[in-house]
């Protein structure tokens, strides 16, 4: 009985050391160097249960300002699962950009290739993300907005206001969306037929990232299958389409030709960033164009302002009939531009959580 009772006691006290010591390595991870102040939360979830806790549409999420209070601007925490850390200082963020592939490497968290892909490439792909960001920058980069992009836009804006007017009401940001992924599907993929372009836009239009705001709503899960599911239907039209010009040695003026031509990009890796950039751009920019909307006509000083610049403007065309030119932007819009900066840094400061630098990936870790 004795002997019982001391092996029970041995194997206990075994476990609770062992419990111990795994849970002060989840709190303490290893480093080359120093980690900012901070806490991990709980093992396996680490504090994403914290990080999920809902708020307004004007506040910063109370993960984020909380922790800025008692930490500071850098903090340590687990999201996802992956040791991260958190950066809300403009300064780091754009020092961390600069620093791309020399100090710091970009990735996305593991939970994130649930929906996007489990492929290492998509997951951690360093100079190869930095490669393709610089051949996108032809398409989608000043360069590309002052020969392409900027009459384009200004017609399917005007398109898309006349066609809602009389609605009385509708949801801005839906729309928004809407514009956005019509206008870039051609100069993505450009000889897709009405019907195909029809089909691949309402595929990205399923594709959201609603499932990352609230983790125990239902909707999030219905959100997060519908995400799955729109990715594998995506993947598979880029690859038919991929497969298609290689076959056939057709050559297009789009971002798909571009990428498929270069050395340095597998097939996998060109089918990601092809369905990503849309994605991207319309949960981003519809949230900046709503967030400004709202700013301005409750702001009836900039209004006004606003419409004097763009009233100036139209008298001093030639033609009253044409569109926005680069010239136009560059040189006559200056408390537009003023307006469209503040819109940007005032989102990612109130949305901050769509924000955080995610720096687990620091060659230093």
Known sequence: MNMIWNV??????????????WWYRWSNPKCNGKLPP???GLPIIGETLDFFKSYGFNETSPFISKRMSRYGPIFRTNIFGSNTVVVTDPDVMVEVFRQENTAFVFSLPDAFGIVLGKDDAIVNHGKTHKHFKQITLNFLGPEGLKKKLIGGMDRAACEGLRS?????????????????????IPKLISNLGAEAQENLMDIFMAFNLDWYQSFFSLSTWKSLYRSFTASRAVKKVISNVLLSRKESGEKHDDILNTVMEDEVLDDKYVIFQTY???????????????MAVKYITSNPKVYLELKREHNAILQNRVDKNS???????????????????????????????????????????
């Not at 029970?8 to 010591?21: E, K, M, P, Y």
């Not at 901050?352 to 230093?364: G, S």
């Open 276 to 290: 990503v950039i849309p994605i991207a751009a319309k949960d981003t920019t519809s949230v900046m164009i709503s």
């Open 38 to 40: 901070g806490t991990m």
């Open 323 to 365: 569109g926005v030119s680069w010239e136009e932007y560059k040189n006559n819009m200056s408390f537009t531009k003023m307006d469209i900066r503040f819109q940007r840094v005032g989102w990612c400061f109130l949305q901050l959580h769509y924000c955080i630098m995610i720096l687990r990936y620091m060659r230093t870790l």
């Open 8 to 21: 029970s006691i041995c194997v206990t006290a075994l476990v609770v050391v062992l419990i111990s010591r």
């Open 164 to 184: 809602k007017a009389s609605l009385g009401s509708f949801n801005l940001k839906e729309a928004a969306e809407s514009l956005i992924i019509k206008h870039l």
